[in-house]
């Protein structure tokens, strides 16, 4: 397949930009008409924690667990190698 010219490229770039609304200059009585427009702030909800992630503490466990275990496996290995 033959490369495609920069031609047609420059072309299909020019068509799909999308041009971005102009702004207009804000006159006097706009910033208290826009001010008024503004929503609200949403207010900070609490999150319970321990409802989230109830799993993590029964994971935490076990990973402790089999940790240990490795742990306690690899010590008993160097005794009997040794």
Partial sequence: MSKK???TAR???VTTRVQAPAVQAP????????AAKQPAAPSPTTVDFSKEYRYVI?????????????MGLLV???????
């Fill in 27 to 34: 006159t006097a009585a706009a910033p208290t008409v826009q």
């Fill in 11 to 13: 072309k299909r770039r």
């Fill in 5 to 7: 010219s920069k031609r």
């Fill in 58 to 70: 029964a994971d935490l466990k076990r990973i402790g667990i089999l940790a240990a275990a490795m």
């Fill in 76 to 82: 008993v290995l160097s005794f009997i190698i040794r």
